[in-house]
């Protein structure tokens, strides 16, 4: 016995029943509708899991990279280090921010979430130029991947 949802009113129904009991449709009317509509389930978009990917491996080498600067045996480099790290910090968030919508994204397959995180990439790109090229390929693939969701998702 498996449980599926009457496509009607949306209840979880037995598919070894007769009727749903929600709206009363009978059983081979929500099965006749079930196979017009195809399967129900969605693919997940491979872009943006990539994006995702590439994204969280940036966002975790750049946070590490600037953090563990501030180590330096001198006083002038450790305020030379928290001052980078200070000038690269928007930049970390969006990226990182930007990531995590595209996670978000992917697994719900939410063209809000993947939208929000290829502006963000993007955003990333204009605070720090001088790193726009780590998150090139990221904001590519997020827009690709938005414009390949469909828009009832």
């Keep these: 016995m498996a449980m599926i ?9 037995s ?3 007769t009727i749903c009991p929600g709206c009363m449709t009978p059983m081979a009317e929500i099965m006749e509708i079930k196979a017009a509509h195809g399967s129900t389930t969605k693919k ?13 491996l940036y966002a975790v080498y750049i946070v590490v990279y600037f953090m563990s600067g501030s180590d330096s045996a001198s ?13 690269v910090m928007p930049h970390m968030i969006c990226a990182t921010l930007a990531a995590i919508f595209n996670t978000l994204g992917w697994s719900m397959n939410s063209r809000g979430f993947a939208l929000t995180g290829a502006i963000l990439y ?16 990221q904001i590519v693939l997020s827009f690709v991947g938005f414009a390949q969701l469909k828009k009832n998702q």
């Design 5 to 13: 949802k009457c496509p009607k009113c949306g209840k979880d129904i």
């Design 15 to 17: 598919d070894k029943g």
């Design 44 to 56: 997940k978009n491979v872009l943006l899991l990539i994006s995702a990917i590439l994204g969280i």
């Design 75 to 87: 006083t002038a480099e450790a305020i030379g280090a928290g001052i980078a790290a200070i000038i």
């Design 122 to 137: 993007s955003v990333a790109a204009v605070l720090f130029p001088l790193y726009a090229l780590f998150v090139v390929i």
